[in-house]
């Protein structure tokens, strides 16, 4: 920035890095990392070309605002400024805690379904038929046996393919 800004324009300038993809987004597709960080910068240029526009040595939010909005106007208006979008969307890096717990919550899933879910089942059909011995309770609680034991094997089988 070659003219000053003042504290709420600094803000406002770092709200509109944050909200970059959101302005320069398309129903196209997708930048690639280059395009996007090439964009990034022709558009601070251009933001710095519109606020020499104003001739003052402080800028404030309003007017990084209205400059900001007249950049990405431009963008949107001349053919996205050349850059081609992509229909490839880029992977999503995960953070390291991300990926803990997307191996950890299948075992909790199991750990849930198990230890609740289906014990509080076999618990009630199993006090059911304990208390009227019909065939329908009977029939009722092993139901409920074999789904808890069906769905344990089944997630044990699944991860023991992945290992």
């Given amino acids: 920035m070659k003219a000053t800004l003042d504290a709420e324009a600094q803000k406002a300038l770092t709200e509109t890095q944050t909200q970059f993809k959101q302005d320069f987004t398309t129903n196209r597709g997708f930048f690639t990392e280059a395009d996007e960080t090439a964009l990034r910068a022709m558009a601070l240029e251009k933001l710095d070309q519109e606020l020499a526009k104003t001739g003052t040595a402080e800028i404030n939010s309003t007017e990084l605002r209205r400059a900001w909005n007249t950049v990405v106007t431009d963008f949107h208006h001349n053919n996205y400024w050349n850059f081609e979008p992509t229909f490839e969307k880029r992977p999503k890096v995960l953070t390291q805690e991300q990926k803990t717990f997307r191996e950890m ?34 029939i009722f609680l092993y139901l409920a046996l074999a789904t808890s034991a069906g769905t344990l094997i089944y997630f044990a089988w699944k991860n023991s393919r992945n290992q």
């Fill in 105 to 138: 919550f299948p075992y909790v899933w199991a750990v849930i379904q198990s230890g609740i879910i289906l014990k509080t089942a076999v618990y009630y059909f199993g006090i059911r038929s304990s208390s009227d011995p019909s065939t329908e309770n009977h």
